[in-house]
Nanobody
């Protein structure tokens, strides 16, 4: 069983930056970040294949967020720049036992507990 743990959330003003980290206790393949705002469904934010050669982003974060990974540390990062109040949500890290990145929550095998990101206007 792989455990996934997020860190790096917090409160930031609009236009600011945060970097989230996600550490996995074992080897994983495709990994992704999702977020869930109050009263809304959990949505895909960004994903990355094990090799790091392919990354995927939701349209709402393209050009502002960057996902990366360090396989030696079993860690994935989400650099978030130009943050907006609409980015406020609990951010979850998820991992799959396959290499393909998908945007569907049900297809991820492991989930973290989430980290709160709050952006003030």
């Amino acid at each position: 069983q792989v455990q996934v743990t997020e860190s790096g959330g917090g409160l930031v003003q609009a236009g600011g930056s945060l970097r989230l980290s996600c550490a996995a206790s074992g080897r994983t393949y495709a990994m992704a970040w999702f977020r869930q705002a109050p009263g809304k469904e959990r949505e895909f934010v960004a994903g990355i294949r094990w090799s790091g050669s392919s990354t995927y982003y939701a349209d709402s974060v393209k050009g502002r967020f960057t996902i990366s990974r360090d396989n030696a540390k079993n860690t994935v990062y989400l650099q978030m720049n130009s943050l907006k109040p609409d980015d406020t949500a609990v951010y979850y890290c998820a991992a799959r036992r396959t290499t393909v990145v998908v945007t569907t929550t049900e297809l991820y095998d492991y989930w973290g507990q989430g980290t709160q990101v709050s952006v003030s206007s």
